[in-house]
């Protein structure tokens, strides 16, 4: 007898001395000002069209904030304040292309690009917010991505969106941000005439 109640008392010890993991089904928070948003859960389709999101997550500046982006990244030439200069981005640059294995390595041909970008908080000189974009890529490609961020920068400073929201979508995916934002297709850039 003593047996048979010894065995259910070594399982309840057993059970409270080894702790259970939690598991919880709550999505992830958005990013704050001060942090690194989550890695990039992109459209398998986008994905050649994206940094690579273990060296390339998306990093903010932590300067900008909600609460101050009228006196920050609403403020016009703010970015030109920031935008850390041609002798940081080139070296950073060659590294990177490097470390995609690009064989083109013209310089040129590409945009040391900020994921998030300046006008949205994104970080000036952290890597893991600057990858080597190539220009000529179609129909994504650094041209496009800076329409998108235009757009999302005057989506936030006339409070359409928040802050948080455009650097989560351009950390996440930013080409699924372009078709959210601006449409389902790319369409040509058409030459503005000028006048003579």
Not at 65 to 93: A, E
Not at 152 to 172: F, K, N, P, R, Y
Request: aromatic share 6%; charged share 15%.
């Amino acid at each position: 007898m003593k047996k048979i109640l010894a065995l259910p008392v070594l399982l309840v010890i057993s059970a409270c001395s080894t702790p259970t993991p939690a598991v919880t089904n709550t999505p992830a928070t958005p990013a704050v000002a001060t942090d690194t948003p989550s890695a990039p859960t992109a459209v398998s389709a986008d994905r050649p069209f994206l940094p690579n999101p273990a060296w390339q997550p998306g990093a903010v500046n932590p300067d900008v904030t909600q609460d101050n982006i009228q006196q920050t990244i609403c403020v016009s030439g703010y970015t030109k304040t920031i935008r850390p200069p041609v002798s940081y981005t080139d070296p950073l640059k060659k590294q990177q292309i490097a470390q995609y294995g690009y064989s083109d390595t013209n310089l040129a041909d590409y945009e040391e690009d900020h994921l998030i970008g300046l006008e949205n908080g994104g970080s000036p000189t952290d890597p893991k917010n600057l990858w080597p974009q190539p220009r000529n890529t179609t129909p994504w490609n650094a041209s496009t991505k800076d329409t998108l961020e235009n757009t999302l920068h005057q989506m936030v400073c006339s409070g359409q969106i928040t802050l948080t929201e455009a650097q989560q979508a351009m950390a996440t995916d930013w080409v699924a941000a372009y078709q959210k934002y601006l449409g389902q297709s790319v369409l040509p850039l058409t030459p503005v005439p000028t006048e003579p």
